[in-house]
Structures are given as structure tokens and as C-alpha cells.
T-cell receptor, first 115, second 116 residues
Framework: EAGVAQSPRYKIIEKRQSVAFWCNPI?????LYWYQQILGQGPKLLIQ????????DSQLPKDRFSAERLKGVDSTLKIQPAKLEDSAVYLC?????????????FGSGTRLTVV | AQTVTQSQPEMSVQEAETVTLSCTYD???????LFWYKQPPSRQMILVIR??????QNATENRFSVNFQKAAKSFSLKISDSQLGDTAMYFC?????????????FGTGTRLTVIP
């Protein structure tokens, strides 16, 4: 089974620029998550999709962050304009459904540096 | 609110020895799931072990086992016969069992170094 694919692996941008991250979950996984992991901290949920609908985006800074999951498969997360405090690893994860013990599969993340 | 606390930012252990990583959590939920994830330098979160809160028996996966104390809201991870490949960040995580609310809440992590 292929894992969760994310790209790019690294990105360096200047503040006020825009950036986009891409995630392709495991085939058939209905639920997709974007997490932000700031250095020295645990991941924090930004947004959760169930198929192509948003389940939870309460922690997403909507003035600058946006995300979509067209056709309920892959997803993009965008930041515009970026701030210095957006420097972090952005992790995508997917899960197959209500059985939480099946687990969540994570991608390798995108490390964003805003200078 | 759900919170997960890992009070040991860093730990080290000699190869082949045993080490225990601590985790406490706070929740008003009666049923939930607990996880330990390993994050090596590759950044990918790898599931180590998981526990259902309504199960009394502690979960075990090969060299990894947990001590789950529901009343104390404690969920520690024991790694036996530590190997160099166990060197990584370890995160404790929690999710409520109710349908739809399946976000993972993570602690701040413990950096484990296995010394040859």
C-alpha cells in the first residue's frame, strides 16, 4: 500500500509571499487532516476533511490559510500572505473511517521556512 | 478541553536497556483512544502502539508496552531492549471515541537517544 504523499519536501519563502502544499492520501481513505508542527511542539490540527467536506477548521487562521480537497482525494493547503510564525512542518494524514484504532497514516511533511 | 502532557523533553538510554516515557492527559470523555507515535528525522509519524480506554489490559507490541492508568489519566510507554533505531522523538496522542471528533491531540514530545 502506498503511503501518504506530500510535496514539496522543503520550501523557503519570504514573508508576505504565498505558498501551497500538496497531499495525496492513501487510496480509499475518506478522512484527511492537515497538521502544523512548530519546532519543539507536537502537531496541531489545522483542518479535517471527510471526503470533500470540511469537518473541523476551527484552528485554521482563515485570514491567511485556505485548504481544499477536490473530488475527495488529494488536497492542497495554501498560505497567503505568509508570516514568520508560519515557519513549521506541515503534516498531512489520512484515515479510513470511524475505527480510530485502524490508525492514522502520516506523510513526511513539508518543512516551511519563512524569512 | 483535551490536553496531553509529556514532562520529559529529553531522555537517553543505553542500548539493550529499558526506558519508560511518561504521558498524562486531561479529558472529560469517558471513552477515548491513546497512541504513542515515533517521529524519526524523516519527519513521518509512525504508530508505535495504541490503547482503547475501555480495555483494562495494557497493550503490547513486541518490545513496546504501555502502562495505562485510567483513574490517574496516565499512559506511559516502556521500551525494552532498546535499539539504536529507537532514537527519535516520541509523541503521546489522544482522540475521543465519539463519532466525527477524531482529531488527534498531541503532547510536546520526548526526544529519546539510544546510546551505543
Amino acid at each position: 500500500e502506498a503511503g501518504v504523499a506530500q510535496s514539496p519536501r522543503y520550501k523557503i519563502i519570504e514573508k508576505r509571499q504565498s505558498v501551497a502544499f500538496w497531499c495525496n492520501p492513501i487510496s480509499g481513505h475518506a478522512t484527511l487532516y492537515w497538521y502544523q508542527q512548530i519546532l519543539g511542539q507536537g502537531p496541531k490540527l489545522l483542518i479535517q476533511f471527510q471526503n470533500n467536506g470540511v469537518v473541523d477548521d476551527s484552528q485554521l487562521p482563515k485570514d491567511r490559510f485556505s485548504a481544499e480537497r477536490l473530488k475527495g482525494v488529494d488536497s492542497t493547503l495554501k498560505i497567503q500572505p505568509a508570516k514568520l510564525e508560519d515557519s513549521a512542518v506541515y503534516l498531512c494524514a489520512s484515515s479510513s473511517g470511524p475505527d480510530r484504532l485502524v490508525g492514522y497514516t502520516f506523510g513526511s511533511g513539508t518543512r516551511l521556512t519563512v524569512v | 478541553a483535551q490536553t496531553v502532557t509529556q514532562s520529559q523533553p529529553e531522555m537517553s538510554v543505553q542500548e539493550a536497556e529499558t526506558v519508560t516515557l511518561s504521558c498524562t492527559y486531561d479529558t472529560s470523555e469517558s471513552n477515548y483512544y491513546l497512541f504513542w507515535y515515533k517521529q524519526p528525522p524523516s519527519r513521518q509519524m509512525i504508530l508505535v502502539i495504541r490503547q482503547e480506554a475501555y480495555k483494562q489490559q495494557n497493550a503490547t507490541e513486541n518490545r513496546f508496552s504501555v502502562n495505562f492508568q485510567k483513574a490517574a489519566k496516565s499512559f506511559s510507554l516502556k521500551i525494552s531492549d532498546s535499539q539504536l533505531g529507537d532514537t527519535a522523538m516520541y509523541f503521546c496522542a489522544f482522540t475521543p471515541a465519539q463519532a466525527g471528533a477524531n482529531n488527534l491531540f498531541f503532547g510536546t514530545g520526548t526526544r529519546l537517544t539510544v546510546i551505543p
